[in-house]
């Protein structure tokens, strides 16, 4: 699930836009203010903004996107159908773009293309915690978090299911494999050596909650 940050002052364009993203699966949030935009870039998987807005344009909110978040894929929608118009989106740094009126499955495709081409589908972002899944690195507030391969798996398992409760046991033969050790209290060691890392306490977790008598589970956002 990818975060869809729309910012488009046109109230129908966002409601459609926002019905059709979130039914292919993404969390959406929507602004109508370039501005008011600027501190929602740091939590979005990929921004779709619109050329006109108010208080900032949406070509200056890209090329702000670009220098601080150069990793963000951006599409921009505009009325703007000249090559010249194009071309200074495309230049301050826009991935890709849509000219109005435009099918809004158009837009949905355009940024599942956008979120494969950034790989967002290989990481695992909660709050302020982030996890690259294939280079199986771990970022907490931006800075690097490390940890052994075993404490990375057991993390990785469970943020990809938010909410989901994992058994010890089953947690032990996901990450030990089917030859696991029997004696779940390991679970319990590295779990309790994760959360240190983290400076997640058991006893008000944000991220790694504890169920009594069931296991463990990610908390969901």
Same mark, same amino acid.
């Given at each position: 699930?990818?975060?869809?940050?729309?910012? #488009?002052?046109?109230?129908?364009?966002?409601?459609?836009?926002?019905?059709?993203?979130?039914?292919?699966? !993404?969390?959406?949030?929507?602004?109508? !203010?370039?501005?008011?935009? &600027?501190? &929602?870039?740091?939590?979005? #998987?990929?921004?779709?903004?619109?050329?006109?807005?108010?208080?900032?344009?949406?070509?200056?909110?890209?090329?702000?996107?670009?220098?601080?978040?150069?990793?963000?894929?951006?599409?921009?929608?505009?009325?703007?159908?000249?090559?010249?118009?194009?071309?200074?989106?495309?230049?301050?740094?826009?991935?890709?773009?849509?000219?109005?009126?435009?099918?809004?499955?158009?837009?949905?495709?355009?940024?599942?293309?956008?979120?494969?081409?950034?790989?967002?589908?290989?990481?695992?972002?909660?709050?302020?915690?982030? &996890?690259?899944?294939?280079?199986?690195?771990?970022?907490?507030?931006?800075?690097?978090?490390?940890?052994?391969?075993?404490?990375?798996?057991?993390?990785?398992?469970?943020?990809?299911?938010?909410?989901?409760?994992?058994?010890?046991?089953?947690?032990?033969?996901?990450?030990?494999?089917?030859?696991?050790?029997?004696?779940?209290?390991?679970? #319990?060691?590295?779990?309790?050596?994760?959360?240190?890392?983290?400076?997640?306490?058991?006893?008000?977790?944000?991220?790694?909650?504890?169920?009594?008598?069931?296991?463990?589970?990610?908390?969901?956002?």
């Amino acid at each position: 699930m990818a975060t869809v940050l729309i910012v #488009d002052d046109d109230p129908a364009i966002v409601e459609i836009l926002e019905a059709y993203l979130r039914a292919d699966g !993404h969390r959406v949030e929507t602004e109508d !203010h370039g501005l008011a935009a &600027l501190p &929602l870039l740091a939590r979005a #998987d990929v921004a779709v903004l619109d050329w006109m807005l108010p208080g900032m344009s949406g070509v200056d909110l890209t090329a702000y996107a670009r220098q601080e978040y150069p990793q963000l894929p951006v599409l921009l929608l505009t009325a703007r159908g000249e090559e010249e118009d194009r071309l200074r989106g495309l230049n301050a740094g826009a991935d890709d773009y849509v000219v109005k009126p435009f099918s809004p499955r158009e837009v949905v495709a355009r940024v599942r293309a956008l979120l494969r081409r950034a790989g967002v589908g290989e990481r695992i972002v909660a709050g302020e915690l982030s &996890l690259n899944l294939p280079g199986r690195t771990v970022t907490l507030r931006g800075q690097p978090v490390t940890l052994s391969r075993t404490e990375f798996d057991l993390l990785a398992t469970l943020a990809q299911y938010p909410g989901l409760i994992w058994a010890r046991e089953r947690l032990m033969e996901r990450v030990w494999g089917p030859n696991y050790p029997g004696v779940t209290r390991v679970v #319990d060691v590295h779990i309790a050596s994760v959360r240190r890392k983290l400076g997640d306490d058991p006893d008000a977790p944000t991220f790694i909650e504890t169920v009594r008598g069931l296991g463990y589970r990610f908390r969901e956002e």
